[in-house]
């Protein structure tokens, strides 16, 4: 046991504030006793953070969860909204719109996902889209939000959400639970970084005012610099760009003019896409596109021409190239948010990979040793699953009709991963789609897009055709009308942030 406790960790040193910084501070201070291990966190208010991304996906939860954190408290403390999907305008063609429902589309007859019988029907002529046997799909445009109800057998039970908010503030409030549990945060520019001449470990970070801080282990939150992954461990950058050819961004809030809604919009432009996520005291807004088919000046022209409301900031703008390092975790560093790769936030899921890079740091943490087994570990999941969210992000792209822009010629036409093109072929040919490991968007997600966007399989389930008809309209009436009533008894979400969770004033 004492050669054991002689072995720990005892010193963590984070590089980099922003959302991944105090996520990761908040979350490893939950965790970790401070008698156990000091950690401290360096950044710089000199040096602005990226926060793109305010929209979040269902798993953030559990990590408020984790950390302790009160949900209502988080929301009036980031002025946040619940979200209930993303909506898609003019992605398969120009005027299509679909949700991406949080959620379940109808329920399934036996052994069958639902969406077999829904393709036979809609064969003949029923349904028109899949939108309407989801609650979420309904409720989020009707202005409708609840959380889970305590009612057997009805929709209303399965209600799943995420959240719209603030990242400046969370980040500011997820600082204040962190410097409560002991996080010591230091202000300050890392000047150098110095390696162990031994292995090439890092040793230490020197700031500009002289301060040096070693540590056991250091992550690496320093954004699209990798400061210590990259700049300093050299692992190297596997580019995504011929898959994902958007690589810059413009973002700016406006004042919002209509209440918010709880969902987040994103609509396909000329070379690109612009998002806009409705919080409690603004809008945020912004074009995510691509320099190859649409100039910095146009792009900004674009963004600020489509705002509902007064201007309330200068654009920020943003250039990245997506992809991921070679290496997550290296020698005695780990890369979590940015530093580690980036996915353009079109399914919001950059706060997830910080949140899911944190879980696996936990459930692998080293000791002084840093096993590299453990390590490897590390970096095979996290290989996995960005890759995985890759394909989903990539797939937007290709499920497209669109051939009004070269920027949409380019998509429709590309190669995919070959991962890709395989998931695509079986849903097309046999309208299967099956859920890979641990990969993070279900079946759900997948038909959402793939309907959404006008990719209709050639055939359904055979088994399908073992139910008698009749009692198949008979049986998707029914969920039609129970989604319908479910939808006209919840409140309004205006009315339901109002009672429960309304921002204090800034």
Not at 151 to 161: H, R, T
Not at 183 to 205: C, H, W
Not at 277 to 285: C, T
Not at 368 to 373: A, E
Request: contains cysteine; hydrophobic residues 40%.
């Amino acid at each position: 046991m004492q050669k054991f406790l002689e072995n720990r960790i005892q010193d963590v040193v984070i590089v980099g504030g922003g959302t991944a910084g105090w996520m990761t501070a908040a979350a490893l201070s939950q965790v970790l006793p401070s008698d156990y291990c000091r950690i401290r966190l360096v950044e710089s208010e000199m040096i602005g953070t990226v926060g793109v991304g305010e929209a979040t996906i269902p798993q953030i939860a559990k990590f408020n969860e984790l950390i302790g954190i009160d949900e209502n408290e988080f929301m009036k403390q980031t002025q946040a909204t619940f979200k209930l999907g993303i909506e898609f305008n003019d992605w398969g063609k120009i005027g299509d719109s679909y949700i991406h429902p949080f959620g379940v589309f109808g329920a399934p007859i036996g052994q069958l996902p639902f969406h077999h019988y829904w393709l036979k029907m809609h064969q003949k002529g029923h349904y028109a889209k899949l939108d309407d046997f989801a609650l979420a799909c309904v409720a989020a445009p009707n202005g409708k939000f609840t959380r889970p109800l305590n009612i057997q057998k009805s929709p209303l039970a399965q209600i799943v959400y995420a959240f719209q908010f603030d990242a400046g503030l969370y980040a500011r409030f997820l600082r204040g639970e962190s410097e409560r549990r002991g996080v010591v945060r230091i202000e300050g520019k890392v000047l150098n970084v110095n390696k162990r001449q031994a292995d090439g470990f890092i040793e230490s970070v020197e700031l500009e005012d002289g301060q040096c801080l070693s540590a056991d282990l250091f992550i690496d939150c320093s954004g699209f610099r990798g400061l210590l992954i990259e700049q300093a461990l050299e692992v190297g950058y596997e580019d995504w760009s011929h898959w994902l050819p958007c690589d810059r961004a413009v973002a700016v809030p406006c004042a919002a003019t209509s209440a918010p809604q709880a969902f987040t919009r994103s609509t396909a432009r000329s070379a690109g896409w612009q998002w806009r996520i409705p919080l409690q005291h603004r809008v945020g807004n912004g074009l995510v596109y691509s320099s190859g088919f649409m100039s910095q000046e146009d792009a900004e022209k674009s963004l600020l021409a489509d705002l509902e409301g007064e201007l309330l900031g200068e654009p920020n703008k943003l250039r990245f190239t997506t992809g991921r390092r070679n290496k997550f975790w290296h020698k005695n560093v780990v890369a979590i948010g940015l530093s580690s790769g980036f996915i353009e936030p079109l399914e919001s899921t950059s706060i997830h990979l910080i949140q899911s890079s944190i879980s696996k740091l936990v459930g692998l943490f080293p000791d002084r040793n840093f096993n590299q087994t453990n390590i490897d570990k590390f970096n095979q999941q996290s290989v996995q699953e960005i890759e995985s969210i890759r394909d989903f992000i990539i797939a937007h792209y290709k499920a497209t009709q669109r051939d009004d822009s070269e920027f949409w010629n380019y998509c429709r036409n590309m190669s995919v991963p070959d991962s890709l093109q395989e998931k695509l072929d079986l849903f097309k040919h046999t309208g299967r789609l099956y859920r890979e490991g641990d990969e993070l968007f279900s079946e759900v997600s997948w038909l959402a897009v793939l309907f959404g966007q006008n990719v209709v399989p050639d055939g359904y389930h055979p088994l399908v055709d073992t139910l008698d008809e009749t009692a198949l309209l008979n049986y998707m009436n029914s969920i039609q009308d129970v989604i319908k009533r479910s939808v006209e008894s919840m409140p309004n979400h205006v009315d339901y942030i109002n009672q429960h969770c309304k921002a204090t004033s800034l």
